[in-house]
């Protein structure tokens, strides 16, 4: 993993700079987004590890001319970008108080602010940057709103990265700042093709969350156009274990993160870390994947001892 660990003392830099920005909120929004930024600093045990909200430019660094002060800042606006739009997603996915929610988007508001200020500094306000900043937020808005209406997952994967678009405001930003503006729109298909299998992974460990709660998921939905004959009828937990078990929809899920991978090597703009992360997303999804058919092979090695044993003692 030395696309995370070769960045670690930044990390620490880093985190530890957003919670002195935070620690000067009013209260009690100081408190509540001290906490909220602990659990997705990737260097504390047990937090939501996001590694490329913070981690792009870093990665970009090593083929662009970036200076490590612009790294740190496209970095920094990032790590508060992260924390405006995972507010948004929680508020929108997650039951909660009147008060709770009053709270939620009032510290969301203001790390928008933080992010906002941090990139005025670095873009003029007739910067391109700032059509694409308002480009990323209207596919996000789109995204949420309808991926479960137009099934993103079979009709239009890379619709389900507009998802996470903001995170592009770190590559787009770096792009700009070392005048490499042609490269914006082949960068923006290589994170867009990371994020699409970073959501793959998250789907197929929160199925059985996404399925009691109905939230939209790539892998319910593939396990659901697998199961044809049965389209209009409601998942259950059974069918889908079914189809992750017997009827090998796991198998063909790893397969589109192959695929993915594949198709990120042949981009033209290169970025060995990005690259590397994306491996390890992929080998993810196809470990769990052989892990299945293991078990599946196992209990149908188990149920022919049975039967011979069986048969034997009859």
Not at 244 to 266: D, E, F, K, N, P
Request: glycine share 6%.
């Amino acid at each position: 993993m030395h696309w995370f660990e070769d960045y670690r003392e930044e990390l620490g830099m880093l985190f530890g700079d957003a919670e002195r920005r935070i620690g000067q909120f009013p209260p009690p929004l100081d408190e509540l987004g001290r906490r909220y930024v602990a659990a997705f600093n990737p260097l504390l045990e047990g937090s939501a590890k996001n590694y490329i909200c913070y981690l792009l430019p870093y990665w970009l660094e090593r083929s662009l001319p970036l200076r490590r002060e612009q790294t740190r800042e496209l970095a920094l606006a990032n790590i508060f970008v992260m924390l405006h739009y995972f507010i948004q997603d929680d508020v929108m996915d997650a039951p909660s108080s009147p008060t709770d929610r009053t709270r939620q988007l009032a510290l969301s508001g203001l790390f928008q602010l933080q992010y906002l200020a941090g990139y005025r500094e670095l873009f003029p306000h007739d910067s391109v940057f700032w059509q694409h900043h308002d480009d990323y937020a209207a596919e996000w808005a789109d995204t949420v709103c309808n991926e479960g209406n137009d099934n993103y997952f079979l009709t239009d994967p890379l619709r389900i990265a507009k998802k996470a678009g903001p995170v592009k405001l770190a590559s787009t930003g770096a792009l700009l700042l070392t005048d490499h503006e042609h490269w914006i729109y082949p960068v923006s298909e290589m994170v867009d093709l990371l994020l699409l299998t970073l959501q793959m992974n998250d789907d197929w460990a929160d199925w059985e969350e996404d399925l009691e709660t109905g939230s939209y998921n790539g892998l319910l939905a593939l396990v659901k156009s697998l199961r044809s004959s049965e389209s209009g009828a409601t998942l259950t937990a059974a069918e889908v274990r079914s189809s992750l078990y017997v009827g090998g929809a796991m198998t063909r899920y790893s397969a589109r993160a192959i695929a993915t991978h594949q198709r990120l090597r042949s981009l033209e703009v290169s970025c060995p870390d990005l690259l590397a992360f994306h491996q390890y997303l992929t080998d993810s999804l196809a470990e769990a994947s052989a892990r299945i058919e293991s078990e599946r092979k196992s209990l149908e090695l188990g149920a022919l001892n049975h039967w011979i044993y069986k048969n034997r003692t009859n």
